[in-house]
């Protein structure tokens, strides 16, 4: 998301999320979902798409709650234009753009911990590929190529 959240918007979100996926169908078939929120920032929803896949339709209302409750927290949920990586203990958010002037200036190098925001399994999430080196990431390819042999 845009920023990091206050810990009483943590709160906000994590109520306001779980709600919304209690009663969260797909052609009228409920859908076995979970969240994790990470870092303050990274809100992460996935569904159990052998039980039953969310739809269209669903994929839109998820959306759509989360730009309700965006708007109430001042935050951007919907955004994948953006970089996240690491800088110290701090995270950064730049546009794709700035992120490649940094990476051509080597002020980020195929080595900077970006988050990869593209993730769709659990497994990924849950083996640490969430956070990690730009150059086994889509990122090494597209601001490093010369740096991890592409």
């Known amino acids: 998301m ?5 810990a009483a918007e ?13 009663q969260w169908a797909a052609h009228g078939h409920s859908l076995r979902a979970g969240r994790e929120l990470r870092e ?21 209302a998820l959306t759509n709650a989360l730009r309700r409750l965006g708007v109430e927290l001042g935050v ?8 996240w990586f690491r800088q110290g203990e701090e995270i950064l958010t730049v546009s794709r753009p700035e992120f490649r ?5 080597g002020e ?9 925001a593209s ?22 390819k597209a601001f490093f190529r010369e740096q991890v042999g592409g």
Not at 2 to 6: F, M, N, P
Not at 101 to 105: D, G, K
């Open 76 to 83: 951007s949920f919907i955004d994948h234009a953006p970089v």
């Open 108 to 116: 980020v190098t195929s080595s900077t911990r970006v988050f990869d």
């Open 40 to 60: 303050r920032r990274f809100l992460l929803v996935g569904v159990d798409v052998d039980a039953e896949a969310p739809s269209g339709c669903s994929i839109d």
């Open 10 to 22: 943590v709160t906000r979100c994590e109520e306001v999320v779980d709600a919304f996926l209690d």
């Open 119 to 140: 993730l769709t399994r659990v497994s990924d999430l849950r083996s640490g590929k969430l956070e990690r080196p730009a150059a086994r990431t889509w990122h090494g």
């Open 101 to 105: 002037q940094r990476a051509a200036s």
């Open 2 to 6: 845009s920023r990091a959240l206050e």
